[in-house]
């Protein structure tokens, strides 16, 4: 018996088999009916929201560790996040019962369903939690090689510290948007090569870059370690990620602090966080890590998840063009190292931070996950139909799409979308 | 007549001449009496905390700009902060008149004191606002002079974008603690010079940063820059910083993308937000900026504050010695600069954002902003009684403190301190 015969493994509701939501995936995010809602807490399935204070409302929640908690009543899901994994398997349990084909209680009872569910067409997403702090790794190996050949050629391209640690900045969490929220071309300070002075206008690159992201949940006191053993308990979820980056800006802004001004303009992630209890049958191993890890980054068993990735670039006129393939599993350091590494000197993190894994490259060239390294330093321009790319174009729409492949369904991630605008006048 | 005389310069409560807080300055923090309190909205005066959620019960708020807020009944000062400069002008009157000498009011009313005043020894002061993001500049010329001669020798010491930019990077706002809060040595990785592999250990290189920050007041929407000449309407206040920092961990991790788990351990600050209004008199030109700064950071007019500043270490055996000396003035990127290019890309910043303005290092042996400098990178010990100190030692007590000094009056910062505890074993 498979997903689409057994009762207990389908949904009383259509889901097509390439829909990213089916009953196996299950991820919750934040939503409103019309403008003048604050945010209600919900759950894909197929075509559909459920919407969890209603289900909170008539009781659905009614296990020993949810009975108590009004975390299905707030704006975001940062108090959900905070509760930890027993509350998230129950909730995740009682979601998927009220779900199944076999199971009358939703199904059989119009009223109910006309409150509880709503098509996901007819409602607008919301980032799904108020981010306290937003922080961007750098862990792919074949990303950060690529960018360290362009920048100092192929026998210094790692720097001696990215083997050792899963190297990491703070991104801002003021300009996290929401998929669907239109980017404006930043302006900024950029100085050309020969220039001796710099000057101030439009980015002239600017790039997008595939990365996904981990939602902490329950956090830690300032001072207090995450041993990596139990880093797993302190992550709730994914989602993808789009840093906008503008490369000019940030070739010349980036010394000796890092990216500043060429990262915070936006950074676009994806509806719906898709728990980790809908990963695990798509776990696999990562890349092997030699040297070994310190102890306290060393992590045991597959750690990487296989979730293919996709990249698509839509130009103003309408053509839609794929202009990459990657894999989440490409990713040298994994979640449960950067997670361990961030809060090894005693760094508090809280439920809702946000820890993206930096440009997921593969290591063919269709899998470069950013247009720098696609258009290699601009210096092999992508073709798109007519058109050619180097960097984003006013009026291009950028979208990241990811999924894990199940026998007979996907868990996807949907996807993040935006669309640039040109610069202010 | 000067302000011991003139009854509207002075409290009728008693203000010590060397009190950093007299009638003059009215700082804004957030203090609660007791533990199960959650923070209540308070000005300093002399010995005393002025409670504004009393006086706004009272009805002391009854001005147009102020009438219909209930910022004064929130637990942070995030909302106040939003309202704008009108609003923070207002305020200021109100408070200043009723704590005026020649003011009744509130003086012959026994109850009411009672209600609205308590002594600053009897609350526990809490962090002025809800922190959203925390950007730290870089904004000392003597300080990055001074890293960079270390770093690279006197030839290059600054990098060739530091006189045409404010340099500032992203830092943690879950561990900014507010003064008093002591703090854990950090464990990190690091790789001694002619070591072939990093170790994971005790930072050995604890270090302070003396540092300013300013409170952003109204925010910008995400991608409406705040032009230059705007900027000072959106600057609430500011407060005293001490970005700690493990040197060893910043120099093995920082390669390319900046300062990370070697300062995010924790970030202090002092709980008293002195507002620009109350700094204005001692306004003053800062250094010469050549070359001209491109158009969107150019300022006319004096952009600096004669903030005398000072550092004290306490060792664990009790004896306290002030081992540096600095000036706010000595910044060569003034606030205003800091805020107008921060928003240059369209980087929303949002009411209760902190920036703080990077080590204040003055231009002599004396006047410098951290041990690595004052110990010149380890090469000149300090001597401190029977002791020397290149970094700080467990038990040290690191205090930073600053005021203006008026005539007869000071308008002080309070202090920021904090302990160093051991590493966790």
Not at 111 to 135: C, F, H, K, N, W
Not at 139 to 163: F, Y
Request: hydrophobic residues 40%; proline residues 8%.
């Amino acid at each position: 018996m498979n997903s689409t015969t057994d009762p207990t493994l389908r949904s009383f509701l259509d889901v097509a088999p390439d829909s990213p939501f089916p009953i196996q995936n299950l991820p919750y995010g934040v939503f409103r009916r019309d403008e003048d809602e604050t945010g209600t807490l919900g759950v894909a399935i197929g075509d559909y929201v459920l919407d969890l204070k209603v289900v909170d409302d008539f009781g659905g929640f009614d296990t020993p560790a949810l009975r108590d908690t009004d975390a299905f009543q707030r704006r975001t899901l940062n108090d959900f996040m905070a509760l930890g994994k027993t509350a998230w398997d129950e909730a995740r349990a009682c979601v998927q019962r009220l779900l199944r084909a076999d199971e009358p209680f939703l199904r059989d009872h119009p009223q109910l369903r006309e409150m509880a569910l709503v098509r996901q067409s007819q409602v607008e997403m919301l980032l799904p939690a108020a981010i306290g702090d937003y922080t961007d790794f750098y862990s792919s190996k074949e990303h950060a090689t690529n960018v360290g050949v362009m920048l100092r050629g192929p026998d210094n391209a790692l720097q001696p510290n990215w083997l050792h640690l899963p190297v990491a900045y703070h991104g801002r969490s003021s300009s996290v948007v929401v998929s669907g929220t239109d980017v404006r071309r930043p302006c900024g300070q950029t100085r050309a090569d020969n220039a001796e002075a710099p000057t101030f206008g439009p980015s002239r690159s600017l790039d997008f870059e595939l990365e996904m992201g981990c939602f902490v949940g329950p956090g830690n006191p300032l001072g207090v370690p995450i041993p990596v053993s139990r880093a797993a308990d302190h992550l709730f979820g994914m989602v993808l990620v789009n840093d906008w980056s503008a490369r000019d800006v940030q070739r010349w802004e980036y010394v000796p602090l890092g990216p500043f001004l060429a990262k915070n303009f936006a950074t676009s992630i994806s509806p719906w966080v898709v728990p980790f209890a809908a990963l695990e049958s798509f776990r696999c191993a990562g890349p092997a890590q030699q040297p070994p890890p310190l102890p306290y980054l060393r992590t045991a068993g597959d750690q990487a998840f296989d979730i293919q990735l996709e990249v698509f670039l839509e130009t103003a006129a309408g053509d839609r063009h794929r202009i990459s393939r990657s894999n989440f599993k490409f990713l040298y350091w994994n979640v449960c190292q950067q997670l361990a590494h961030h809060a090894s000197n005693g760094c508090n993190l809280r439920p809702g931070d946000l820890l993206a894994t930096g440009t997921i490259s593969g290591p063919t060239p269709d899998s470069y996950g950013s247009l720098l390294e696609l258009a290699w330093k601009g210096t092999k321009p992508l073709t798109l139909g007519k058109e050619k790319r180097v960097f984003l174009e006013d009026g291009d729409r950028l979208t990241l799409t990811g999924w894990c492949q199940g026998s007979g369904y996907r868990v996807g991630f949907g996807e993040v979308t935006g669309r640039i605008l040109p610069a202010e006048a």
